[in-house]
């Protein structure tokens, strides 16, 4: 059962009220208004509401890739390493409560997943949220971890989150909406932002279709954060992989390049790929601490 803590953190998406668990389940969520909301049977909670969002979720199909692509262990690495930064934060930050992580675009949840056992493995267990617009990761984020709070809901919109109520803020992958992360993060909150770097993927990119880096990255995620974030440290991580025509292929589809890419031809190709392909993935972890 998902902890009440957790739920004290959450508002609700329409009147924006604070949410609490309506019985001794949590599996519905409650408002003072009278907004309920029910878990899937999945396990998530579906906050798009009024028109929902105008962006396009993740299908079925690149989510499953996502799962195989991350469940095989190829970016463990750095999953290992976005829990290592954060659990500094989270250890250190709680001041005898438990402390919060937000995971914005959890996708299915691999990366939260590492955060939660580094903190049980230093005996200082925390509590989670996870938000994505694709109910299709989600159903896989909430069976990955059943202990967090996992919703739909759409990051340019105002999260469904207190001020002040989580210590660090996780974001591998996925869109940055600085002024609502500066609002939810505690003082003392740290922001966790995965980017690629130049070449990565490269040896694949091509040839599948996925998309290429764009220039001046770094510049551009600096300038989305400014305003609301110092850069306090970053880290650069590089993985050479030795990748099955399969998995190439999955890696390829579990992008953004999968909104668009040819299904039929891209198994084609996959189908001529050597039996290993080595494949260079280039990372950059940065971190930012919230302006005063």
């Not at 579906?46 to 095989?72: C, I, P, W, Y």
Request: charged letters at 20%.
């Amino acid at each position: 059962m998902l902890p009440a803590s957790v739920a004290s953190a959450l508002l609700c998406p329409v009147c924006r009220n604070s949410l609490k668990f309506g019985d001794g389940s949590g599996r519905t969520l409650v408002c003072p208004a009278g907004h309920s909301f029910d878990a899937a049977k999945q396990g998530y909670f579906n906050f798009l509401v009024g028109k929902g969002t105008v962006f396009e979720a993740d299908a079925a199909d690149m989510v499953a890739a996502r799962f195989e692509f991350l469940s095989a262990g190829h970016y463990r690495p750095l999953a290992d390493a976005v829990a290592e930064l954060s659990g500094r934060v989270l250890a250190g930050g709680a001041g005898g409560r438990p402390a919060t992580v937000l995971d914005a675009g959890t996708g299915t949840g691999h990366y939260l997943r590492a955060v939660l056992d580094r903190m049980l493995l230093d005996g200082a267990p925390a509590t989670a949220i996870g938000v994505d617009i694709s109910k299709f990761a989600l159903r896989r984020a909430a069976k990955l971890n059943p202990e967090a709070v996992n919703l739909v809901s759409d990051v340019w919109q105002p999260l469904p989150v207190a001020d002040d109520a989580v210590d660090v803020v996780t974001v591998v992958f996925a869109p940055r909406n600085a002024a609502e992360f500066a609002r939810v993060l505690r003082p003392g909150g740290r922001l966790v932002v995965v980017t690629p770097r130049p070449g990565h993927l490269a040896e694949v990119a091509g040839q599948t279709g996925m998309l290429g880096i764009e220039p001046a990255k770094d510049e551009r995620l600096a300038a989305s954060l400014e305003g609301y974030f110092s850069a306090s440290g970053s880290r650069d991580l590089d993985l050479d992989l030795a990748l099955s025509p399969a998995d190439a292929a999955r890696l390829a589809l579990m992008g953004p390049a999968g909104h668009h890419l040819d299904r039929a031809a891209l198994a084609t190709l996959s189908a001529g790929l050597p039996p290993v392909t080595a494949v260079s993935a280039r990372f950059r972890i940065s971190v930012f601490e919230p302006r005063s």
